[in-house]
């Protein structure tokens, strides 16, 4: 498990060591697609690390009897401003791949105020992603002639995750991160949670109600498919103590 600061540092690493690293983030629906879509497990193997993101890992691994906290809880939202920061500090290039055109335009142009000194750039994620077409090697081409330090990921599960690891190999960044909807969230088109919600483990709460319609199942349905396998996967890990400590999450 990782902290909002330690993750960050953790990139820091990331951008610092030889070698492209990927990661990726793993939460309750990360989860049911999992027990649901076997390549999407598939497409979590080809990342680097996996961090547990959202408060009922913690609580689970609580159950098992792992020292972890709210302070271990690490989502976007949450670490976003501590990785801009830092990459103000370092001078970083950061390029998006994904959300919509208005998203993008409307999150970049947001970032680019409260950031001025990071340069930020990105497509949007509504192109046709067959692997060696067309569309997708433009994608990578921009993203690489930017000088990419980060590339952000964000196409809802499994899209980015498939994306991730099918491209990583192409993409000249020392670090590619899945994100989400953080474009969404930067940008308005999705309503952010009040913060103090995800510390009690209630951010999804805010989430259902911005967004009945389009969240219902997957607050409400999956998670019933989810924690008891999920248990059982975190008292294994601890069993071979790879939980507590460790840079694998999840």
Known sequence: FFTRTSLVQYFERCVDRAEPMLVMHRNLHGAYLQRRQPEYSEHLRAADMVYADGMPFVWLARSCGVDVGSQDRTTYLDWEDGFFQTATTRGWRVFFVGGTPDALAQGLASLRAQYPDVPVDGVDGYFDQTPGGEANRAVIAAANAFDATVVFVGMGMPIQERW??????????????????????????????????????????????????????????????VLGPALADLRRHRGRGSLNGSSQAG
């Open 164 to 225: 991730a690891a099918a491209t990583r190999s192409q993409l000249q960044a020392p670090l590619v991160i899945t994100f989400g909807a953080g474009l969404d969230y930067r940008s308005g088109v999705a309503k952010v949670p009040p913060r103090w919600l995800g510390d009690l483990g209630l951010e999804w709460l805010g989430r259902l109600a911005a967004d009945p319609g389009r969240l219902w199942k997957r607050y409400l349905y999956e998670p019933l498919f």
